[in-house]
Every structure is written in C-alpha cells, then in structure tokens.
C-alpha cells in the first residue's frame, strides 16, 4: 500500500524549488554589435584596419600588373614571330616566286584587256580576274614554262598557308600580319581561286584552305 508524504514535507520543499529558480533572473536576449575596426575609437584597430586594406589594394594592383606585363610580353611575342615571316617572305626564294607571278599576270591581263569594258563591276572584275587565273597555270599562259610556274606557286601558297596557321593560331600579330600580307592575300586568292576550286574537285579538297580561310577572315 503506498505511502503519503507528509503534507508539511511537501510544501517545504515546494518553497525551497521557488527560492532556487529565484536565484537564477532572467536574462533579455540582447542583440550583439559587430566591431567596425574602421569605426572604432583605439587607434591601434585604425592602424590594423587601415594598414590590411592598403594591403589589399596593392596586392590587386600588383595582379593586374602582372596580368599587363603578361599581355604585353605575348603580344611582343607575335609581333616576333610576324617579323620573323615578313624576313622570310624577302628571301631570294620567294622573291623570285613573286616576280614570276606577278610577271605572268601582268602579260595576261595585257593579252585579255580587250575583254574589259570601260566601266567593270566588281562582279564582273572578279569574273575576269578568275579567268586569268586559270589561264596562268596552262603551259600556253607564259614565257615560263608551267612547272616552273607551278613550283612558285606552290611556294606562295605554302607561306601564306603559313601566315594563315600563324594568326590563326594566335602565335602571330593579326594587326602586323595584315599590314604586311592582307593586300597580297587578297589578290593572290581573287586571281587563283578558281584555279584552287579546281584542283580540289580533282582531289586536293584541302588545297589552300587555310588561304582561303585568311582571307574570308580577314574581309
């Protein structure tokens, strides 16, 4: 059979439960400041504060001159490399495959001037300009005979391919590029085009492709 407390018992340690809660008061929750070591009043916590954003500042400087020293060392780079072709583009060899060219283009547009009216379109320029094209790789277009012909333009379509791969490739100045070959480029594929469309469709697809890609680009 269960036994009773004491009623008295029970009400002594009742009181002596509220007298131990009492002790302890009730805390408001306050809100917590953040430090602002900009804002504080030690000047010690300026000087720290100040001190670590100037570090900072120069730290992001000193990234985005590294950046540019970068930039500046790669395009110096290309503009090395373009020398380097523009060089190469003066030697006898390609020299003298120039003058060929120009020599067997300069006989055929006289032999075919006939054929231009006084007032050409463009059209019908580049029509024109595909024509003589053609005729110089014939055996019958030049005093040169047609291997000879062939080796210089071979040799011109290699380097411009060259040229063609360099810029590309980001590995030459497109600016100095341009300024040096654009022009001749230009001219080269508004003559042989129709030549170069040709070959490809008797099996060399890939012939001067990279030319061809050079100048698009570069219209």
């Known amino acids: 059979m269960p036994v ?3 009623p008295g018992k029970v009400a002594a340690t009742a009181t002596r439960l509220a007298e131990r809660t009492e002790a302890f008061p009730e805390v408001e929750d306050v809100e917590k400041r953040e430090n602002n070591p900009f804002t ?25 001159f590294s950046v540019y020293q970068y930039m500046q060392a790669r395009e110096e780079k290309r503009i090395e490399r373009t020398l380097e072709l523009v060089e190469l ?5 390609y020299q003298a495959a120039q003058r060929s060219l120009k020599r067997r283009l300069t006989e055929l547009n006289a032999r075919f001037s006939a054929d231009l009216g006084r007032s ?3 059209k019908e320029l580049a029509i024109f300009q595909e024509r003589i094209g053609i005729e110089a790789m ?9 291997d000879e012909f062939l080796e210089s333009f071979d040799r011109i379509v290699y380097f411009l391919n060259r040229v063609s791969f360099c810029v590309d490739g980001g590995l030459c100045s497109k600016d100095v590029a341009e300024a040096y ?19 490809r469709r008797r099996g060399s697809p890939n012939l001067a492709k990279p030319l061809e890609d050079y100048v698009s680009a570069a219209r």
């Not at 504080?40 to 985005?64: N, P």
């Open 40 to 64: 504080d009043g030690d000047w010690r916590m300026l000087s720290y504060a100040w001190s670590g954003f100037a570090l900072r500042i120069l730290l992001v400087l000193g990234t985005i």
């Open 181 to 199: 070959f654009r022009d001749f480029a230009q001219s080269f594929w508004g003559y042989f085009a129709g030549h170069i469309r040709q070959e």
């Open 138 to 146: 014939k055996a019958e277009g030049g005093t040169m005979s047609s």
């Open 120 to 122: 050409t379109t463009p």
């Open 89 to 93: 583009w003066d030697q006898p060899e």
């Open 4 to 6: 009773s407390a004491a």
